[in-house]
């Protein structure tokens, strides 16, 4: 039987890729309080009494905003706490699946979504410190997957943002609350349960390692998005565009981050994965 060490359990990653375990899987779910991976040597000292096969890191700094303020916490989690988890695995002999981001790419250097084989050039602490984390889990370990995702929603929420983008627009909605979506910065909205299914083929399959995307497919606007949340939904919603620059945040967010793969990964398109989320909610 796999023995697979889940870091962040709780989390709306972390709670999906518990639910689509395989049956023949032994997880080994790893919150904060049993193993803080930016403590130097307690990643190695834990995972080496529970010897896993596998360590599926969704532990990460997500405050993209206030990471400016706070750069240490941000590379304490994001790099220095997988440097730490590569180094364990690497003792251990565990294969290391680390949880990256679209964040790592700046969104003015293509016109069409972004793949595996293009570089990364982040523009913000966040993005630098994920990137930082990826490079550790590259070269710190030989048997890794780095899997990144984009604009991540799941039935858990995000803990670390105080839920998640289609919690609020549905809330918003029931409440008749005008809304103001911005409508120039284009991504991927993930589900987090395909997300999670596709972590376990990798897995599973046994795939080659290194570098892939598993976002959902396809491209809109986060205005495109909050509107098709609405109808999903079956709610009627005052929505309506704005650029980005009616909002003032600390750190810049690349316009243009939607990403696909050229590495086998072929998730469902982006509106099909929400009805499912949607439905599953209602």
Known sequence: MLKVALIGPGGQLGSEITAARPADVELMPLARA????TRPGEAETVLAGLRPDVIINTAAYVKVD??????QEAFRVNALGVKNL??????TGAVLVHISTDYVF????KPSPYNEEDAPDPLNTYGISKHAGELYAANFTGSHYIVRLASLYGRAGASGKGGNFVYTIIDKAKKGEPMRIVDDIHMSPTSA?????EIWRLI?????????HASNG??????EFAVKIAELAGLKADITPVAHTEYKTKARRPLWSPLESVRGIRPREWEDALKDFIGSIS
């Open 34 to 37: 049993a193993l803080d991976i």
């Open 66 to 71: 206030d990471a400016e303020d706070e750069p």
């Open 86 to 91: 590569a180094m364990a695995a690497r003792k």
């Open 106 to 109: 700046d969104g003015a250097k």
């Open 193 to 197: 349960a395909d997300a999670a299914r």
């Open 204 to 212: 599973t399959e046994e795939r080659p390692f290194g570098l892939y």
């Open 218 to 223: 396809g491209v809109c606007s986060w205005y």
